[in-house]
């Protein structure tokens, strides 16, 4: 299951660096190329909620292989395309494979551990994949771009798909349907909306905060949530639970994700220009520029269980969203005549300390305390939330980037466009401690 969950968050970055490469190859615009990576995002954070329910509905492992048998087939003819349109259909199909599978990726390793220590390793793993997949498709994608083509930025998933379908029956087992009617209208509102606020995000920084086609798109999701807010209240089997929302500290931990998983992704963006354009690294030395930061993810991912079953998630969380905040402030400083050491190592190790204490205990107060058989759903509003996080953060640094931009360089506006990212570690961090202490505390008290 996580080797399923790194392919499908590698391909959230691993066409990053090799876009110069497709864009000459294929013939993209500058307005088109965009959408390589929009395409893939759009569908995956959008059909999200549906795929966790679906695998609830109709069973977990079953709803797991389509999607990752979509998402195979569609990387293959991604890696074949002759075209902008026919690489940006694949992009999309890629999407929805992922949409399917991710979901059944959490819920089955989270409902399969034998107790809560256990939950709490898979959680932590399913983490350091989740974020350090990221930061490891930027070093693929410039190890394959460089020494071989940005081809195999998609062909790379087939045999790793092939070798899972192949092998998941014998180490996972499908879990049960779940009697009663499909909620139809919950599906086609909570997949709209999610949509609609993607795509109106994901074309902000372009075409204006204020534009009709931001204004539209935002107003069109907020009406279809309300339309999903009002059906789930009533029928029987709902696509998302609302029971699922009435817990705070629940509610905290999506805001968490919303907020620090904005302002990883708007990293990504950010360093990997600062490392090419102004340190003139190479493809692949932009990917090994981030190894600092995964190698933080995955070291803290082994010791961060144990530290959630020692002390809870609260004190975890205030050290690792101050941590990043650190980080993003470090960065704050790059300027034209900063070295990699370490104006851009210290940081992002830092910062890869920082996040693997925080993404788990995150993660876990979302899926925690859920009912085995609505484990999908609860998994897909986790990982819907995190595409909408990625979404709105990577909108808004880039228009405050834009901003301050000057034609032909980068500096002029990365200081405001990492402060941006500052303020939003900053915001989880009031968050966690207006949520999540008092409940500590409360607790402590209830205890002596």
Do not use: C
Not at 261 to 283: A, H, K, R, W
Not at 365 to 377: I, Q, Y
């Amino acid at each position: 299951m996580l080797v399923a969950q790194l392919m499908l968050t590698l391909d959230t970055t691993i066409v990053n660096v090799a876009l110069p490469r497709i864009s000459t190859d294929l013939g993209f615009g500058p307005s088109s190329l965009s959408w390589v990576l929009n395409a893939y995002t759009l569908a995956f954070g959008g059909l999200l909620l549906l795929g966790g329910r679906l695998g609830d509905t109709f069973g977990r492992l079953r709803v797991f292989e389509i999607g990752l048998a979509v998402f195979t087939a569609s990387s293959l003819l991604g890696g074949l395309a002759q075209s902008p349109a026919s690489l940006i259909a694949a992009r999309a199909a890629q999407g929805v494979g992922a949409a399917l599978a991710a979901p059944g990726v959490l819920a089955l390793v989270t409902t399969s551990a034998r107790d809560e220590a256990g939950r709490n390793r898979a959680l932590a793993l399913f983490s350091a994949v989740g974020v350090g997949g990221g930061t490891l498709g930027l070093v693929l994608g410039g190890l394959v771009t460089e020494y071989g083509s940005w081809r195999w930025t998609m062909f790379v998933n087939v045999p790793i798909g092939v070798a899972v379908l192949a092998s998941a029956r014998r180490f996972v087992t499908e879990t049960p349907r779940n009697r009663g009617r499909f909620d139809v209208v919950g599906a086609v509102a909570a997949t709209g909306a999610a949509v609609a606020v993607v795509w109106s995000l994901i074309g902000a920084p372009d075409h204006g905060w204020t534009s009709p086609r931001t204004i539209g798109g935002l107003a069109a999701g907020a009406v279809l949530l309300a339309v999903l807010a009002v059906t789930e209240g009533r029928v029987a089997h709902p696509l998302l639970r609302p029971d699922l929302l009435r817990s705070g500290r629940r509610i905290g931990g999506l805001v968490i994700v919303t907020l620090v998983f904005g302002s990883q992704i708007s990293t990504f963006f950010l360093v990997v220009q600062y490392v090419q354009q102004v340190l003139d690294l190479t493809p692949l030395k932009a990917g090994l520029a981030f190894l600092p930061m995964t190698v933080g993810i995955f070291a803290l991912s082994r010791v961060t269980p144990r530290l959630v079953g020692r002390f809870g998630q609260a004190p975890l969380l205030v050290l690792g969203t101050i941590g990043l905040t650190g980080s993003f402030a470090w960065l704050s400083d790059l300027g034209t005549s900063s070295g990699y050491f370490p104006a851009v190592f210290g940081p992002l190790l830092l910062n890869g300390v920082s996040a693997g204490l925080t993404f788990m205990p995150a993660a876990s107060l979302v899926v925690g305390g859920v009912r085995p058989e609505h484990a999908g759903s609860a998994s897909g509003l986790l990982q819907t939330t995190q595409q909408l996080g990625g979404a709105i953060g990577l909108a808004v640094v880039v228009s405050v980037y834009a901003a301050g931009a000057e034609p032909g360089e980068f500096v002029p506006g990365a200081r405001a466009a990492f402060l941006t990212t500052a303020a939003f570690t900053l915001t989880a961090f009031v968050v966690t401690v207006l949520t999540l202490l008092p409940t500590r505390r409360r607790a402590a008290a209830q205890g002596a």
